[in-house]
């Protein structure tokens, strides 16, 4: 009797330090992965701020070819912000369902 107690401690012992280190790091790692997102968030952010400065430079001075480049920039920076946007928000809710143990 004292001897299967015994075993069903240890592996219940065994089987927690097992789990442990892999749901430490998890969290660690989603957390780092939500800041380099915003990181991300901030970069396009001031990409899209100076494609619409050089967009407005070259309705002014500049030439069809140069507004259609600043177009497409400002198009495809809008889209990395957008998947930047919903990478923050699936981080996060990886991170509720984490601590909430779904």
Known sequence: MVRNLMIALALTAGVAAGVAPTVASAGWYRGGDIRADRLDIRRDRADLRRDWRDLGRDLRYGSRADIARDLADIRRDRLDLRADR???????????RDRRGY
């Open 86 to 96: 919903r990478d923050v928000r699936a981080d996060r809710r990886d991170l509720f």
